[in-house]
């Protein structure tokens, strides 16, 4: 196989040491892993620990652990506004976010977005949503979708309505009237 510049961009070979200039580890919570730690050697997606295995061979760590119930709720309200309200159109106030964008694409940007939205209350439900707000938050989905799917007058309706932002902050209202 010959090689190009751009090599070692797409295929990272460890093996190769370029001075005592090592790329860092870090965690999921920005903490830096020492090279080498506890018998860990890095991959591109997680760890490999010797000797973890019944046969003595590697044994592949996952390097991303579960989220935490807050670390998803913000997860949900990231989302929400990237879909909703990220952008401001310039010299206005009128907020849009990637839902408006991808929604100008006839029938096809209606159905991921509708799908996006989908994704979120499920996310909900799985939080511990119950099923009058789940009911609720699919209504809102359902009128953004089946509106969202006229044309011109769709997408301005999109853009206002923002049933992504709606649905989450009704899930946070109403796991904060939750006993603790």
Do not use: C
């Not at 009128?143 to 923002?162: K, S, T, W, Y």
């Amino acid at each position: 196989m010959r090689s190009t510049p751009n090599d070692d961009f797409y295929f990272r070979d460890t093996s190769r040491s370029r001075g005592s200039a090592r790329a860092k580890i870090i965690d999921q919570d920005g903490r830096e892993i020492p090279a080498g730690a506890d018998g860990f050697e890095a991959g591109a997606f997680g760890a490999f620990k010797q000797g973890a295995s019944a046969s003595g061979g590697f044994e592949f760590i996952a390097a991303f652990q579960p989220l935490t119930r807050e670390q998803r709720l913000a997860r949900l309200d990231a989302i929400a506004k990237l879909l909703d309200v990220a952008f401001v159109v310039p010299g206005t106030n009128i907020r849009y976010g990637i839902d408006g964008l991808i929604g100008l694409v006839p029938v096809i940007g209606d159905v991921i977005t509708t799908a996006f939205s989908l994704w979120l209350v499920r996310e909900a439900r799985a939080l511990g949503a119950p099923w009058h707000i789940t009911a609720r938050m699919l209504s809102n989905v359902a009128v953004d979708g089946a509106v969202g799917l006229v044309p011109v007058a769709g997408d301005a309706f999109d853009v206002m309505f923002r049933a992504n932002v709606r649905n989450v902050r009704m899930f946070r209202r109403w796991l904060e009237r939750q006993p603790r």
